[in-house]
């Protein structure tokens, strides 16, 4: 459920996006607390599913505000807030695995459905970024009396380590004076932040562009102003056709993301590659190194290269990865080769997919909120996809599925550019009869004539 529903709530005012964003971060920590005493799936499932949301709802505010108040600058900011973003789903699993118990999971009456479900728990800590251990399945016996796994305390260590964040949002509330009883003597943040006043102007990060102002979707109603029935009328063909393939491209790219990251270790240790456990369990890890590797040195990249680019390589370099890996299908070394390079080209496609299209669009917040709703729906059916099929046809199918999918991808980015190109046309077409129309109903100047009473010199 991450960033699918949760875009759908955000508005784009200071105060509202960051009031959210502060009970988000400490329902992470309140969620990751309660989390160990849920004994019944059902609570289990709610809790996570609870998660998920405030989870993507995260994702889009942050998204969102970069790109409201950096707008044209704010592609080195969304490169650097995904870098974090990878930098964590690589660190956190390093923190449970040392609770992970590898003697059973249960004191007192365990059954075999207890050895399945330890099976596939420490096998599905395998495909996730953590530095693997050897685990011999051998050694999961359930005779005698199983030790209690200390699983639990990796969830609260991770909430109590989630703490400083809902602190440092309340903190930056209370600097940007939006905090009633607490008023601040201090200068906000944002008047400090040239960059943010240099793109904003003088009226800060809530006030909104001209053109959004004269009709380019904008209006009374904050980012999502520009969905309203009202804004939407008149708007050309290729307007809905820089959202709608801008999310499918992001769509199957973070689907690739979800479903290799989900299933490599499955298509590792399946024939005709075979690999060890311990050596299969690798490759999750090399996958988020390198996606993390990848969005740090696109932070510089984004700099000196416009958005558009990087995409063009980037989406062009996942296709020729898995083209490889489906012709070296053998080749062990290429595997892990092959997987270093794949997390490079995946890395910066979302924020560079972000910035490209609100660049387009001016910046009026709609296009992020559909492209982090896309990007998160394509990562959870896209792995429901791809395992259903590797469940019926093979390991095989899994690079195969691999490559349609960014196949398809960059066919619709392809898209992308062709509703860009007219959307230009678009524009400037409107800017020429503006211009003609001002030309038009310009007043002529009456020329001052001189007074016919003024006094005459005497002779």
């Known amino acids: 459920m991450q960033s699918v529903f949760p875009s759908v709530f955000i508005r784009h005012w200071l105060f509202t996006a960051l009031t959210a964003l502060f009970l988000s971060t400490l329902l992470i920590s309140v969620i990751f607390a309660i989390i160990p005493f849920c004994h019944n799936v059902l609570l289990l499932a709610v809790a996570m599913a609870a ?24 592609a080195v900011f969304l490169q650097a807030l995904h870098f974090f973003i990878g930098f964590g789903a690589l660190v956190s699993p390093l923190i449970a695995d040392p609770f992970l118990s590898e003697t059973g999971c249960r004191v007192g009456n365990v059954t075999e459905n207890v050895t399945e479900i330890m099976h596939h728990f420490r096998n599905t800590l395998r495909n996730s970024p953590i530095v693997s251990h050897n685990v011999s399945m051998d050694h999961l016996s359930l005779e005698g009396d199983p030790e209690m796994s200390m699983v639990s305390y990796a ?36 008047d400090k932040d040239e960059l943010a006043m240099e793109n904003q102007g003088p009226e800060g990060p809530d006030s909104q562009p001209k053109d959004q102002e004269e009709g380019g ?11 309203q029935d009202d804004n939407l009328r008149g708007l050309p063909l290729s307007f809905f056709g820089i959202h709608v393939f801008g999310g499918i491209v992001l769509f199957m790219t973070d689907g690739i993301v979800g479903a290799y990251a989900g299933f490599v270790y499955t298509y590792a240790v399946s024939s005709p590659m075979s690999l060890p456990n311990k050596t299969a369990g690798y490759l999750a890890s090399v996958f988020w190194a390198a996606i993390t590797a990848g969005r740090l040195v696109s932070i510089p990249l984004t700099v000196r290269f416009q958005p558009v680019r990087l995409l063009i390589i980037n989406l062009a370099g996942v296709i020729v990865t898995v083209l490889l890996l489906l012709l070296l299908y053998t080749d062990r070394v290429f595997l892990f080769v092959g997987t270093t390079l794949l997390g490079l080209f995946l890395s910066s496609i979302f924020p560079c997919m972000l910035a490209y299209t609100e660049d387009i669009l001016d910046y009026q917040g709609c296009a992020t909120s559909v492209l982090v ?50 959307h230009r046309n678009y524009l400037t077409a409107g800017t020429s009869v503006k211009s003609a129309m001002a030309k038009e109903f310009q007043l002529p100047q009456v020329p001052v004539e001189p007074s016919k009473t003024e006094p005459t010199e005497s002779c």
């Open 373 to 422: 709703t896309s990007a998160g729906m394509g990562e959870m059916v896209m792995q429901v996809l791809v395992g259903s099929i590797i469940q019926t046809e093979g390991s095989y199918s899994f690079l195969l599925c691999g490559m349609i999918i960014g196949c398809i991808g960059f066919i619709f980015f392809f898209g992308l550019l062709f509703f860009h190109h007219m």
């Open 217 to 227: 979707g904008g209006g009374d109603g904050g980012v999502f102003s520009c969905c």
């Open 51 to 74: 998660s998920g949301l405030v989870m993507g709802i995260i994702d889009t505010i942050a998204n969102i505000q970069l790109v409201a108040i950096y707008q044209k600058d704010s």
């Open 155 to 190: 969830f609260w260590i991770m909430a109590t380590i989630n703490l400083p964040v809902p602190i440092a949002v309340l903190f930056l509330m209370y600097r940007e004076r939006l905090i009633p009883c607490c008023p601040s003597t201090n200068p906000r943040l944002l």
